[in-house]
């Protein structure tokens, strides 16, 4: 077994998930993400709770690639603090040089 990293991330809608998830791809920073929609999230912001209709969107990545993902994604995020979660995932070493492959040129 061989740690990948996963990062998982809210979005407000689909439309910016699916952009900074091909982006993510392009760029070679991720291997995969999955989109989940619709979402509700039920928070306290600003002193009150507040509910929303967002998008989860998980990102596959190497270890050495999940902090420049996680900041890739926070500068290009529309929220002001956008929920960017990370850790580590054991998988077969298949899948892992297949994650390695996809994020290396």
């Not at 929920?83 to 297949?98: K, L, M, S, Y």
Request: hydrophobic share 50%; charged share 20%; aromatic share 6%.
């Amino acid at each position: 077994m061989t740690d990948i990293a996963l990062v998982r991330v809210t979005f407000g809608g689909a439309d910016e998930a699916d952009r900074i998830a091909r982006l993510m791809i392009d760029q070679r920073i991720a291997a995969c993400v999955t989109i989940d929609r619709p979402c509700t999230a039920i928070f306290r912001w600003n002193g009150a709770v507040d509910t929303a209709e967002e998008v989860t969107a998980t990102f596959t990545t190497t270890i050495a690639l999940a902090a420049m993902l996680a900041t890739r994604i926070a500068a290009l995020h529309s929220y002001d603090l956008p929920v960017i979660e990370r850790w580590p995932v054991a998988v077969d070493d298949a899948v892992a040089q297949w994650i390695d492959d996809a994020t290396h040129a």
